[in-house]
Every structure is written in structure tokens, then in C-alpha cells.
């Protein structure tokens, strides 16, 4: 898919039918260096939706934050200040949400997250105009725990990066987790060499190892701990099992229990369609990201069907009905607008030559967020 061309054949319909509104989005998102592959996945996601829908009235504005939150800040700004955008999406570091969307609402923007999701953003920083279209970041790594009970387990090693997802994920493997803990580990975001953290996860008598390291943090780990020989089950978000990561990963993710909020064999239409439209479009399976990124397009899209982005109260009821038809099957907003829904067991599995997920089971079932109850707005 060309994006520039595709914006330009916007433009043009646009001028031929001055009477529809245009909507323009700013998509700041990682495209570059470490994580670059989570970014492109959401962008491309996002792009195909806005493509199917035909829309001659969305104009898509796409930057590389670089994985920098000071040159997040800077995009933002400019988007906002100079090129006047009216909606914001694309962030998939929490880090990088923090230091724009607090900014971008309190400008009466609206932001839609296509992946992070902090617990201060669900909480008490919650806001009117943020909408999060992925999860609460606690919410993969609750279900994670509650498989863990499942499964048994109860003695349960864990690490995550020092950020703000990392101490999400493992605050919400704790919530449900009911099992004893053998080691608490975080590490340093970005970081590529675990033997000390392995080394730990030897000695502690662990019965099970539960770890949230997204993007390449998740490949270096599982390598290494494939190599260590250690025999334990391991178990973790889908961040570090999702279908661009996998082949990397290689058979070292094999048989590993991981959980998401989508797969590629969720049964639902929306789904299917989405699934062989991506892999015809891009030559690839798609990822989580993708599936997210082109769940917050059509989103965008349904409001846009409701209401005038100038008239904002409207607008945010638009976003708030959700009424498309999500890959995930179901969807719906909760009353901070994170979403309610089911948090599935996938297995790692070999098709052919191609290392995929295929679903075991809800892990949760219609799961909001711990921290809706401290959102006032």
C-alpha cells in the first residue's frame, strides 16, 4: 500500500466533494530502531481499514516518534499546533503515552490508543477525550496469572522491563496469581542480556516463569533461556509470542502458553475477513498490533458515520457506542473507556513452516480494568 499516494487520491475526492467533512489524523507511532516491527504492524493495520472503508473524508498524517518521548512531545506538538489534526493515535510505548496524551487531550483532541495502555491513563488521569482500543496494560498479564492457577502453578518467577507496562504487567499477573513468588525482577528496557536474570530463575526453586519483555527484550530472553537448559514452563503476554516476533524467536517459543485479547483464529467474520485481507495486502500474517491498529480505524470510522469531529460531546458518544465490528468479536467500552472483553489462552504452534498461536481458551471472560472505579469524568 502506498500511504502517499493514498493520501493524495484523499486530497483530490476531497476537492470533488467539498461537502463531506475531513477528518485528519495524526499517527505517531515507532517505525525505526528497536520495536520498529510493533509500529509498522499497527500503521499498516490502521491503513487497511481506512483503504476498505472507501473514505474520501480521512486524512492520515504518519511520523516516527523513534521510541523518543521527547521527539513524541515534539511530533505531537506539531500535529496539534501546525497541522491541526483532530485525532491522535498510533503510540505503542506507555512511556511515550504518558508524555503525549495527557498534552493532546488537555488541548481537546481526541487520542484513540491502538496498544498502550498505563494504569494512570485508566485511572484517576483518565480523560474524556481518550479512548483506549487495545486493553488496560494489566489486563493480558491478569490472565496470564489466572492460567498459572490453572495450570498449578505455585511457585512463579517473574520480570518485566523498569517502565510503566512493565510494572503494570506484573502488577496484574499478581492481582490473580494465587501461588508463592521465588523472585521479582526488572529490568532495563531495551536490554539484551539475561544470563544474571537466568542465573536467578535457576537457583530460586521455581516451579514456572512468568515475563513481560515486548519486541526484541523477548526474543533475546527466550533464546537464552531455551539455551540455559532450565525445564520450566514459562508463560506471558502475547507481546513476546505475537506472529512478527515468532519467526525469530524460532522453536524456542514452541508449546508456550501465552495470552492475548485476539488471535488469527478467533471465529468471528470480522475476523476472517481481516485475516486474508491482511496477508493479501501485506504478504504476511497479521500481528496482535495489526489487529488493533485496524480495530481503532474502524472505530474512528463508525464515529465519523455518527458525528461531526467539531462537535465534540457528539463525537466522544460516537466513539463511546463503538458500534463496528471488531476482529476481537465483541466489543465494548467501559466507563473509563478501556475495553470489556474476553482475555484468551493461545498455544504456540507450527503450521507448515510458520511458527502462529491457535486459542485454548478464555482465560478471563468480560474483563473491564482494575482501575475504572477511579476514574471520575
Known amino acids: 500500500m502506498k500511504f502517499k499516494s493514498l493520501a493524495l487520491s484523499c486530497a483530490i475526492a476531497a476537492l470533488a466533494a467539498p461537502a463531506m467533512a475531513e477528518v485528519k ?5 515507532t517505525l525505526s530502531g528497536g520495536g520498529a516491527g510493533l509500529g509498522i504492524d499497527v500503521r499498516d493495520g490502521f491503513m487497511l481499514a481506512i483503504e476498505q472503508s472507501g473514505r474520501d473524508d480521512i486524512e492520515v498524517v504518519i511520523e516516527d516518534d523513534q521510541r523518543k518521548p521527547d521527539v513524541a512531545v515534539q511530533l505531537a506538538d506539531k500535529m496539534v499546533q501546525s497541522e491541526k489534526v483532530d485525532v491522535l493515535t498510533g503510540i505503542i510505548w506507555s512511556n511515550l503515552a504518558m508524555a503525549v496524551v495527557p498534552s493532546v487531550t488537555a488541548q481537546g483532541k481526541f487520542y484513540l490508543s491502538p496498544n498502550a495502555g498505563p494504569s494512570q491513563l485508566a ?45 503494570d504487567a506484573l502488577t496484574g499477573y499478581k492481582r490473580f496469581y494465587e501461588g508463592d513468588l521465588t523472585g521479582e525482577l526488572y529490568t532495563k528496557l531495551g536490554q539484551t542480556d539475561y544470563a544474571a536474570e537466568i542465573a536467578q530463575i535457576r537457583a530460586s526453586g521455581a516451579d514456572s516463569v512468568f515475563f513481560f519483555l515486548p519486541g526484541g527484550m523477548g526474543i ?77 480505524a474502524n472505530l474512528l470510522i463508525s464515529a465519523i458515520d455518527k458525528a461531526d469531529v ?35 489462552v493461545r498455544e504456540v504452534i507450527r503450521e507448515g513452516d510458520v511458527l502462529t498461536n491457535k486459542v485454548l481458551g478464555a482465560a478471563l471472560e468480560a474483563r473491564g480494568d482494575a482501575y475504572a472505579a477511579d476514574c471520575k469524568m
Open 25 to 29: 489524523v495524526g499517527m505517531i507511532t
Open 310 to 344: 467539531s462537535d465534540a460531546d457528539g463525537f466522544r458518544e460516537a466513539l463511546r457506542a463503538a458500534e463496528f465490528d471488531s476482529t476481537r468479536g465483541e466489543f465494548k467500552f467501559g466507563p473509563n473507556h478501556h475495553p470489556i472483553q474476553n482475555i484468551y
Open 123 to 167: 485511572g484517576r488521569g483518565c480523560h474524556q477525550n481518550y479512548f483506549n482500543v487495545a486493553w488496560q496494560n494489566d489486563n493480558l498479564h491478569e490472565g496470564a496469572g489466572a492460567h498459572a492457577n490453572a495450570k498449578g502453578y505455585s511457585k512463579t518467577f517473574i520480570l518485566a522491563p523498569n517502565y510503566p507496562a512493565g510494572k
Open 220 to 296: 533475546s530472553f527466550l533464546k537464552q533461556f531455551a539455551d540455559s537448559g532450565i525445564d520450566l514452563p514459562v508463560v506471558g503476554p502475547a507481546f513476546s509470542f505475537d506472529q512478527g516476533i515468532l519467526q525469530a524467536v524460532g522453536d524456542a517459543a514452541l508449546g508456550v502458553a501465552n495470552t492475548s485479547q485476539w488471535s488469527k483464529d478467533l471465529d468471528n467474520p470480522a475476523n476472517a475477513a481481516f485475516v486474508a485481507s491482511f496477508e493479501q495486502e501485506y504478504g504476511r500474517l497479521p500481528s496482535l498490533y495489526a489487529s488493533q491498529g485496524f480495530d481503532t
